[in-house]
């Protein structure tokens, strides 16, 4: 795995390592991703309102977080297949200790599928019981629209997320609004058919 440099991003707490997984990473990791899946399909969740979102959702870790009418919670079971979620993969856990330095492992980690015209709306990640833990999140395949702003609102920037590029937020940014705007289509081969993969790493419990 090749070592990243950070970049300044002018958001205190927001880190951002582009590049931070060469090729052979990106198609190592993919291919865990893909027995991940196998084990826990996609699906798509519905907000607490209703309404299906646009991006399909698994997870992997003793938790997952899942959206449904009761609400945004983190489980350890497949709200469809009732089955355990399948475990992170050993890189994701690497990655997490040696980007994050955090004391203790992930716990949970979302996995997120965009195609076509899949978005995210602007959100602040805060199901979890620690807030001070980091979330770690990674990228493959076609370039995302990120955008991010601070907690309490206000200007938001975009950075373009592409596959490989790593980013999280922390200390100060923890609570971040940010979500993803839109997802540049062709510009990443990774995926067959296009489209990208999100994962992010988080301490639920
Ligand atoms: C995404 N990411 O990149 C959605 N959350 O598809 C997130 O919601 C996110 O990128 C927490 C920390 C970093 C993130
Ligand atoms: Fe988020």
């Known amino acids: 795995m090749a070592t990243a440099r950070q970049l300044e991003t002018g958001l ?8 931070a997984l060469g090729p052979p990473d990106q198609s190592r990791l993919l291919a865990e991703v893909r027995t991940v899946v196998a084990r826990a399909p996609f699906y798509r969740p519905e907000t607490p309102g209703g309404r299906p979102f646009s991006v399909l959702m698994t997870n992997c870790g003793p938790l997952g977080w899942v959206s449904d009418r009761a609400g945004y919670r983190y489980q350890p079971l497949h709200p469809v297949s009732g089955r355990p979620w399948p475990a992170i993969p050993p890189l994701l856990l690497d ?3 040696r980007l994050t330095g955090h004391d203790a492992p992930p716990d949970a980690c979302l996995v997120n599928l965009y195609r076509g015209p899949a978005r995210m709306g602007l959100h602040q990640d805060r199901d979890e019981v620690d807030l001070t833990a980091p979330v770690l999140s990674v990228s493959l395949g076609d370039t995302a629209v990120f955008r991010i702003g601070p907690a309490a609102g206000g200007p938001t920037r975009v950075v373009r997320l592409a596959s490989g590029d790593v980013c999280a937020l922390t200390g100060p940014a923890r609570l971040a609004r940010h979500g993803i705007d839109r997802i540049l289509p062709d510009t990443s081969r990774l995926l067959s058919g296009g489209g990208r993969l999100n994962l992010t790493l988080r301490r639920a419990r």
């Open 95 to 97: 990655l997490w200790e």
């Open 12 to 19: 205190e707490g927001f880190r951002y390592w582009p590049g």
